[in-house]
């Protein structure tokens, strides 16, 4: 079966060179164009494309158009090609909803692979961008390992209720108020948390989150704008 393929990129040499790459492989049929973010989301509804491959960093774009496309057509998988995305651009690409990222730099090969590997249902992730993730101390294994659940590190209802609202970016005062907590209750939950999932950073604790479904994809860390 085809790989219906939507590519999304405010550069129009971006677009040909990918367009060119993609027409020498049988799997993956380019399907459309996306300029801006208004034009991806018409795109997305009229060709309900199986992988959106975009650089949400370009301008037009953002990490925001990835969560109202996935609103849109949830079985699409969105594929990231960025240049050297920092941490954050990177983080907000993942909160928003995409399943894998790649570089500009990377080479043909590995690009027409994560296409392949993400419509197929799996992450792919090249070495640059995972190394920017090891650097932000995320653990990357656990991250690319099949999704966890609560029960297998034995994470309480609390304690699940605390990683969710750490997701969704709230200070432990508020999640003090919100659960009816005291504040020093909220700091041990999360030392409590770290310990369990074998982590050393917030980063790491929303990490495991978005994979768990325990915040919303709508409900993103970092504003959109700065992606």
């Given amino acids: 079966m085809r790989i219906r393929t939507l590519l999304a990129d405010n550069s129009e040499l971006t677009l040909l060179g990918l367009r060119t790459l993609f027409a020498n492989v049988p799997r993956i049929e380019v399907v ?16 309900k494309p199986d992988v959106v491959l975009m650089d949400h960093t370009a301008e037009g774009f953002g990490a ?16 990231s090609i960025t240049p050297d995305p920092s941490p954050m651009a990177l983080m907000s690409a993942i909160r928003a909803g995409v399943t894998s990222y790649i570089k500009k730099d990377c080479g043909t090969d590995e690009i027409i692979d994560a296409v392949l590997d993400t419509a197929d249902g799996q992450k792919f992730f090249c070495g640059k961008i995972l190394e920017t993730l090891r650097k932000a101390s995320f653990d990357v294994d656990q991250f690319l390992a099949e999704p966890l659940t609560c029960a297998p590190v034995t994470l ?6 605390v990683i969710a609202l750490i997701a969704e970016g709230l200070s432990y005062t508020r999640i003090a108020e919100r659960l009816h907590l ?8 999360r030392r409590n948390i770290m310990q369990k999932l074998g982590v050393n950073s917030t980063a790491a604790v929303v990490m495991y989150a978005v994979k768990n479904g325990l915040v919303t994809p709508n409900k993103f860390l970092f504003n959109a704008n700065q992606a």
């Fill in 156 to 161: 309480s209802d609390r304690e699940c209720e």
């Fill in 182 to 189: 005291s504040a020093h209750t909220v700091t041990t939950h």
């Fill in 64 to 79: 925001k158009a990835i969560r109202e496309g996935l609103k849109r057509v949830k079985r699409t998988r969105f594929v």
């Fill in 32 to 47: 459309g164009e996306a300029y801006d973010a208004i034009q991806l989301q018409a795109l997305l509804i009229r060709e």
